[in-house]
């Protein structure tokens, strides 16, 4: 029987493409089931053919001065029960956050947004704790009455414990 490693602390690669910094910690709750809490920074933005970041192309929300801080909260569940995080997985997200100078509504002001995602993928951790995982979602987000409808890409990597 491998070592039971029902924590793990991963980061999020793939929204650098975004400029966005993004950390996972997952907890198994029980067999199948787990709770993932994803905080999330705006910490940059590249310049990409336009006057707009790349995250605006993407969201049509965030411009080139814009700040973001927001957060995940999602459920997992684990088709394959073992002690650790291992095996394929799916579940909802809540998207919850606030951005600054955004694109629509008061562009003075902070203004909140609020989402939710599906995912799908797996998650492997090597025999010291490595930990590697990817998968496939559909995301939307909601702010000053304008909804947009996303694709996820997710790759974690980091140790489990």
Sequence with gaps: EPVARPVAITLNPAALVLGRL???VEFLLAPHHSLVLSPN???FQEERGG???LASEALGFATRGSGSIG???GYHYW???RRSLVGPYFGPSLLLGSVTNASVGPTASAQAYWGGAF???GQGVLPGGFTLGAGLGLGFVELASIVAVFPRFLLQL???F
Excluded: K, T
Aim: aromatic share 20%; hydrophobic share 50%; charged share 20%.
């Design 22 to 24: 993004s950390a996972n």
């Design 41 to 43: 920074i705006l910490a």
């Design 51 to 53: 006057r707009y970041a």
């Design 71 to 73: 957060g995940e909260l």
């Design 79 to 81: 088709w394959r029960w």
């Design 119 to 121: 995912d799908a993928g």
């Design 158 to 160: 980091g140790w489990s």
